[in-house]
């Protein structure tokens, strides 16, 4: 009879074996991060795999705390860990207890570092940059020999300004003896003095190949230059910490040769510019020295004596001629003012009878206005006088009329009398006392 397992049984039969395993206790695998995924609590998931096969891996938050890097997906890494078989979905993964970066991930650790340290150092800032000169007679070159830069910084030079000469100082830029040939030909090229700019550079390459430049030594040597250091080193992306030191980053060695130089050709154009603004200044200069020339000629013209007396002499005619018409208004006028006077001259006896006959027509205008005035006051006055008869109390009581006072007050109403008052009556010729003895409304 067949025995047969559950599941759950094989399951945990593989896993005391696997994990169980003195060869799977602790392991040693290198491969490629893919998938990576950072749980909440610290966890890191991910795939690692190589050209041929993957395996799931694990490490937990409190191994992670081990970790020099922050790794993401493309690292290649070295791990160490142990199998470990998850039973509820029956797949095995790798625990991993340690892991760094591999080859390449243990040069940008160290890359990261020194570049830290130099920093804190403060040879980063512009304030120990040194300016590079504009017309160097002079570059120096530090650089392979045979190589492509040497060749393309001559070229470049060349095409730009033929008044500098190139000097060589040959050194290895990469390998073991890398670092002690450039660290030894800036300083021969300082001892010497020579150069005006220093270009340190090589081609492109690996990070390995570009290790040199990120050596202490090397950079030590570009920080203490007393001449101005230009680095040309790999291909426009790679950053090495000798360009951060440097006076100034060419991101090729052609760019640097460009930076260390002139251009003829920009020269000759702000030489042609220089030269017609020289013209332009030079012309407006000679036309404003000509107008002045002008303007003080003539003023020596109009202060000369003989200019003076011309002047002063045209004055006087000017003046004569001006009085002489004066004169003449003059004369013209008076003349005018006599026979005015004269026209309006009368004798005694016209004045006289003038008078006579203007009080003939007074006497009579004051005879006529008066007659006029008596006529119209004589017949306002009957007009008055009519209007006032009319209106006289007097006239009322020649009808029969009287008038009823009572305390020297004139009653005009039944209201005002009581019974047994005492009144006074007035007639046109009197008055008479009475008393009142009934009244009717």
């Given at each position: 009879m067949e025995t047969y397992l559950t599941v759950s049984a094989l399951t945990k039969y593989i896993k005391a074996k696997l994990e169980g395993d003195k060869n799977l206790v602790s392991i040693y695998l290198k491969g490629e991060i893919s998938n990576f995924k950072r749980h909440s609590r610290g966890h890191l998931y991910f795939t690692l795999k190589d050209e041929g096969a993957q395996i799931g891996a694990i490490m937990f938050a409190g191994d992670t705390l081990k970790l020099q890097f922050a790794p993401k997906d493309g690292d290649h890494v070295l791990v160490q860990g142990r199998i470990n078989l998850y039973e509820p979905s029956g797949s095995y993964s790798i625990r991993i207890g340690e892991m760094q970066p591999d080859g390449i991930g243990e040069l940008y650790l160290k890359y990261e570092a020194l570049k830290k340290e130099i920093e804190s150092r403060g040879w980063f800032k512009d304030e120990h940059k040194q300016p590079i000169p504009r017309f160097p007679k002079r570059i120096g070159v530090v650089t392979s020999p045979t190589g492509a830069v040497i060749q393309d910084i001559r070229h470049t030079v060349?095409?730009?300004?033929?008044?500098?000469?190139i000097h060589l100082y040959p050194a290895q830029v990469q390998g073991p003896d890398g670092t002690a040939s450039i660290v030894s030909q800036i300083r021969h090229a300082n001892a010497r003095n020579e150069v005006d700019v220093l270009i340190v550079g090589r081609g492109g390459g690996s990070i390995e190949d570009l290790w040199c430049f990120n050596e202490l030594p090397v950079i030590e040597a570009i920080f203490h230059s007393k001449i101005p250091v230009i680095t040309a080193i790999g291909h426009e992306t790679d950053?090495?910490?000798?360009?951060?030191?440097?006076?100034?980053?060419?991101?090729?060695?052609?760019?640097?040769?460009?930076?260390?130089?002139?251009?003829?050709?920009?020269?000759l154009e702000r030489l042609a510019d220089l030269v017609e603004q020289g013209q332009y200044r030079i012309q407006a200069l000679f036309e404003q020295r000509k107008t002045q020339l002008v303007h003080l000629d003539q003023r020596l013209d109009r202060l000369s004596p003989k200019e003076r007396f011309e002047a002063q002499k045209r004055d006087l005619d000017r003046l004569g001629a001006e009085l002489a018409k004066g004169l003449q208004r003059q004369l013209e006028w008076k003349s005018n003012q006599i026979e005015r006077l004269a026209t309006k001259l009368v004798t005694p006896k016209d004045k006289i009878e003038r008078l006579k006959n203007v009080h003939i027509i007074l006497a009579s205008r004051l005879a006529t206005g008066y007659e006029h005035m008596l006529k119209d006051k004589t017949h306002r006055f009957a007009l008055c006088r009519t209007g006032l008869?009319?209106?006289n109390p007097l006239a009322l009581m020649e009808r029969g009329f009287a008038v009823v006072e009572k305390a020297d007050k004139v009653v005009s109403s039944i209201q005002e009398v009581e019974t047994g008052d005492a009144v006074t009556i007035r007639f046109k010729d009197g008055r008479a006392d009475a008393n009142i003895t009934g009244k009717k409304a």
């Open positions: 060349e095409r730009r300004w033929l008044l500098t000469e950053y090495t910490i000798a360009d951060f030191v440097s006076d100034l980053r060419a991101p090729t060695p052609t760019a640097a040769a460009e930076l260390a130089t002139p251009d003829k050709k920009d020269l008869s009319t209106l």
